[in-house]
């Protein structure tokens, strides 16, 4: 995700009162455990920002550390973006990224670690090679850069006790991978000798330095939107790219031609076609239609589904209803991108505050409150009887 483009009832998770009317809040004790095959995740790359910007978290009206309340209410995985070397801002780069994976490793929770292998957003509609690489003109010498910086970052994390337990090597690569800005994008095919020599690298350097550490991370690609995934990943495997554990997609209404049939049809399929398991590794959906700044909002009305309006309850639902979906159709996993990006009066290229408010788990309407979609982990879903094991 980035912003370039871009059921069960709530009775059954307790947050109705004796009215009807929907709390803004929940009770974690109140849940039913989740499964312990199953990932349950939250991209946090914007927390430590959004604290050093002043925002306050909370739950019951009292200040809480974002990390931990995941893990509280049945979270296991936290999913973090690594830039290169981004000049233009001081996150998400080695060193936040190494702050924020302490602080899932001491809430108790797995990392699945994020490349994007580009000094800025990378995403299905763009791919840019980090500055640092854009004199290397062959695609041997980028396939080592590749290699050598995802061994040496995984190097120095299993050093510090901070290996992910997973490693997406690339964002959303439904375009080539390190592309370049003077590419004619409009009319170019993926060069998949080129390409897949740079998946290639990546996946051996993983591969290289789970075993020089004795951790064995696991990998996963990652494509936006389900249509996309099986044409890619046919071409893909036909160039070779088949070591991989997971296959990642990222479903957003919005940008996605597929209702939440078409997505459930597709993990059914990738699921049977493929020697890996399927997360919904990111997926986002607005609980208001209301802003906290002068930032727009990314998820406005239009990416609203009829049977799930922009309330808090509707958030839940969504997701109530797609972790349903995703579980009957063979996937292993829901990770919920950035559910803690909240308004604060820092600024970014885009504007002040935040362009999720209006979709992350925290109403800002009182004061960045823990809204009822935290529920949707424990909620009593049907399983299968033998689950494949995602870990």
């Not at 602080?103 to 670690?113: D, E, I, P, T, Y």
């Not at 690298?201 to 690609?221: E, N, W």
């Not at 389900?226 to 209404?253: C, H, K, M, Q």
Request: proline share 4%; net charge neutral; hydrophobic share 35%.
């Amino acid at each position: 995700m980035t912003f370039s483009r871009r059921g069960a009832l709530a009775a059954g998770l307790g947050l109705l009162t004796s009215s009807g009317l929907v709390r803004t809040g929940f009770t974690a004790s109140a849940q039913q455990p989740n499964h312990p095959d199953f990932y349950f995740g939250a991209d946090l790359s914007y927390v430590n920002e959004m604290e050093d910007c002043g925002a306050v978290y909370r739950q019951g009206g009292k200040r809480t550390d974002p990390y931990q309340l995941f893990a509280d209410t049945g979270h296991n995985l936290v999913r973090l973006r690594l830039w290169n070397n981004p000049d233009w801002t001081t996150y998400s780069n080695f060193n936040d990224v190494r702050r924020s994976m302490g602080r899932a490793k001491a809430s108790g929770q797995n990392v699945l670690l994020d490349f994007h292998y580009s000094d800025d957003w990378a995403d299905g509609d763009k791919q840019w090679i980090p500055k640092a690489w854009e004199n290397i003109s062959t695609t041997e010498g980028l396939a080592t850069a590749v290699y050598q910086f995802t061994l040496d970052t995984l190097t120095k994390l299993a050093g510090e006790g901070l290996m992910p337990h997973m490693v997406q090597v690339g964002n959303e690569t439904n375009k080539e991978m390190m592309g370049r800005k003077d590419w004619k994008w409009e009319t170019r095919s993926t060069d998949w000798v080129r390409n897949a020599a740079l998946f290639k690298a990546g996946i051996k350097a993983v591969r290289d330095a789970g075993k020089a550490t004795g951790t064995h991370p696991k990998i996963m690609l990652h494509i936006a939107q389900p249509e996309n995934a099986e044409p890619w990943f046919a071409r893909a495997a036909e160039a070779g790219v088949t070591d991989f554990d997971y296959i990642g997609l990222s479903y957003y209404r919005k940008w996605s031609t597929q209702s939440l049939d078409g997505l459930n049809a597709a993990i059914k399929r990738l699921t049977a076609s493929y020697n890996a398991k399927v997360i919904v590794v990111e997926t986002s959906y607005p609980w208001t239609n209301d802003g906290a700044d002068e930032a727009a909002n990314l998820l406005g009305p239009d990416t609203l589904i009829k049977e799930y309006p922009a309330t808090p309850d509707g958030q839940l639902r969504y997701l109530v209803d797609l972790t349903q979906g995703v579980i009957s159709h063979g996937g292993v996993g829901v990770v919920y991108w950035e559910p803690a990006w909240v308004s604060t009066s820092c600024k970014s290229r885009w504007g002040t505050g935040s362009h999720w408010e209006n979709a992350t788990f925290f109403d800002f309407k009182r004061g960045n409150e823990a809204l009822p979609a935290f529920g949707y982990v424990r909620h009593p879903y049907v399983w299968p009887k033998k689950l494949w094991s995602a870990f």
